[in-house]
């Protein structure tokens, strides 16, 4: 099975900051997906940012963008001018095309964003 | 977006009683749902997943009998804990997705059931 790492349990940023969450993967794939999901307090899943490993172009929605580096199986996550609301943990999860859209998921990254 | 209703968000039962949790897809088709587990400040657990009109894939250490799994349309998805004891109180979390254009191959996730058993 695939595996998915962040490594930092815990993070910090000052509102309006920047701050990068880490993701590595294992995988002897080529084509997969790759994807943020936040859980904030209430604990629903909200899909974050996704990225198509076939596509050499690091995704971006709004203040959060990717840096996609496939050949070092990186994923990592960048939270531009970072607000309160995005204090939640954040999950890295890997989706390979052949075991039936099943997910792996990574531990998960708390971010604290300090006023 | 999609949207995935789960429900309830918060049961409570004595030990012994089942409970039964349901996941629904409110504007796409889903072909596939997914059930997860969440402990405290963890990572999801994928407990099974299950396709229309087929039988559940349970994960290795999950009791099949222990945790029943419905997925008998193509909008509703029902995990039921049978027999339920203090150690099976958990989060569970559903998901859902599609091979249609819609969702993308796009896991969404419904708000979760707290589940406490006494």
């Known amino acids: 099975a695939q595996t998915v790492t962040q490594s930092q349990p815990e993070m910090s940023v000052q509102e309006a900051e920047t701050v990068t969450l880490s993701c590595t993967y294992d995988t002897s794939e080529s084509d997969y997906y790759l994807f943020w999901y936040k859980q904030p307090p209430s604990r629903q899943m909200i899909l974050v940012i996704r990225q198509e490993a076939y596509k050499q172009q690091n995704a971006t929605e709004n203040r959060f963008s990717v840096n996609f580096q496939k050949a070092a199986k990186s994923f990592s996550l960048k939270i531009s001018d970072s607000q309160l609301g995005d204090a939640a943990m954040y999950f890295c999860a890997y989706r390979s095309p052949d075991t039936g859209n099943q997910f792996y998921f990574g531990t998960g990254t708390s971010l604290t964003v300090i006023p | 977006g999609a949207v995935v209703s789960q429900h309830p968000s918060w049961v409570i039962c004595k030990s012994g009683t089942s409970v039964k949790i349901e996941c629904r897809s409110l504007d796409f088709q889903a072909t596939t749902m997914f059930w997860y587990r969440q402990f405290p400040k963890q990572s999801l657990m994928l407990m099974a997943t299950?396709?229309?009109?087929?039988?559940?894939?349970?994960e290795q250490g999950v009791e099949k009998d222990k945790f029943l799994i419905n997925h008998a349309s193509l909008t509703l998805s029902t995990l039921t804990v049978t027999s339920a004891h203090p150690e099976d109180s958990s989060f569970y979390i559903c998901?859902?997705?599609?091979?249609?254009?819609?969702?993308?191959?796009?896991?969404?996730f419904g708000a979760g059931t707290r589940l406490s058993v006494l």
């Open positions: 299950s396709n229309e009109g087929s039988k559940a894939t349970y």
């Open positions: 998901s859902a997705s599609s091979q249609g254009v819609l969702a993308k191959n796009i896991q969404y």
